[in-house]
């Protein structure tokens, strides 16, 4: 309501803002959680909350008229379409030279991602979040996450068998002939009913290529794990479809928070504002950025320093396909969730993710994504002529995760006597390399915040998001997300409150 006042405002639904929200609520405060994104509760036309990858439509991207695909091409043919302009589940973000797809609705990115839960290897740790203490979040923090985000291993008995994971066990041999280590990666998702997918007892959902705007059945997104058990305190309350414009220190004390409203077309149909004794800014690395670096040019948060913006990296991101030959089969049905990696990070810098293409059709390829160790660090900065945050990146800084990607699959191209696919991201295009599904950084821990994410220059301020690891997790980086926030908020809950 106009001129409430609320203990706690949470911008953003995602991982850190989950974590926040759960943690604040059984301590006893209560907590206004504002998303842009839609409930995501509601069946649609088709009986369904969520559409399928290979068929997208209105609810699929966030307010736009033309689909962006990741793949924008298959076999030659380009598959983006119309659409009608909707509060979608997918955002395409369009910078000057990268693409940054987020999730959009309550739940953040864990709507719309692939659900691998990894923990990245001790020894690299250090190289992620230098100031953090390993053996805290090794003991402590990561074991928290995990079970808070119900990851889980897949029964590899079942899936040495499985047809739908035909595609790994190819990505298995390949790598292995080749020398490379292969690992298995935990996942979020329900894999005894991923087995009756597969054994035809229940709705088809992994296996029918849910996943990238959204997941109907087995997926435990944000709001079967951490948001149903805020919720369940009775202290949280979730406003979707409103949006976070302003932050501003409030003459009493206490922050002044602006929310608009937004109606399915992106309109805005209200504005309301809000008092709050604490924000948590969790509207994920490129909202938490883009807020703090308007409000900072803008003079609205002036004390913020000059680190606000500065430290965004795209988690090395590159994608590739291979050409198979007709004997490795990757097979017609494929699990959209992804149980495995080839680990060569130490060696090369790559992590590379044998990722599912579902198209439903023997495609004889296979398909990855590389995470990779890549230096580039970009910076947003505040465009008031054209009245946006733009971000520096280059499409050649690409450039080493790309060479990264190389040491893995020109080798085993080589062995395998096999091609890269050329059709995947245009025409004779190799390398997937305009975009990021892991945007990190921009509101860095201990220089844009302290060491525990408190925001310099305004006490009850705080970044709790992955706008906080500084570009590169060395993994996909929910986990480290969760984790970081876990062991963030149980500081601020224990000295702040
Ligand atoms: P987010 O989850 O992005 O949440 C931020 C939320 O804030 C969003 O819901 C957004 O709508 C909302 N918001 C933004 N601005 C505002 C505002 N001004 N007002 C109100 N609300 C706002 N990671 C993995 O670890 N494993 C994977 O398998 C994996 N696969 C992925 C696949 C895809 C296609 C994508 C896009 C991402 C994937 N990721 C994966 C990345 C992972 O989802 C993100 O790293 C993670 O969601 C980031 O968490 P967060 O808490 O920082 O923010």
Redo the contacts with the bound molecule.
Sequence with gaps: APGAHVPALV???????SVAALRLARAGVDVHM????MAWDTPGPDGKIFANTTRPDHRSFWLRTRTKQ?LSNFLGFPLDKDVPRYTGI??AEEFGGITV??????????L???????TPRRENFPAVLPTVDPAEMYDVYYPRANAGLEVADVDQGWWESAACYQYARVGRKHAERSGFPFVFVPNVYDWDYMEQEAAGAVPASALDGE??FGNNHGKKSLQKTYLARAVATGRVAVSPL????SVAPAPGGGYRVLVERLDTTGAVTATTAVTADRVFF????V?TSK?LTRLKATGVLPALNDETGKGWGDNGNVMCGRANHMWDATGSLQSAM?TAGIDNWAAGGVFAEVAPLPTGIETYASFYLSITRNPHRAAFSWNAAAGRVDLDWQTVWKQPSIAAARTVFDKINTKEGTIYRTDLFGSCKIWGDHLT????GGAVLDRATDNHGRLHGYRGLYVI???LIPGNASV????T?TALAERNIEEIIAKDL
């Design positions: 911008i953003g639904t995602g991982y850190g803002g504002v998303e842009m994104g990741p997918l955002d797809y987020q999730g959009r609705g309550v739940g953040g990115g864990s719309v991602n692939g659900g691998m839960a990894v996943v990238l409103h949006r976070v414009t969790a509207a994920g690395s909202g807020l992804p599904y892991h945007p990190l998001d992955g706008a996909n980086p929910f986990v997300i």
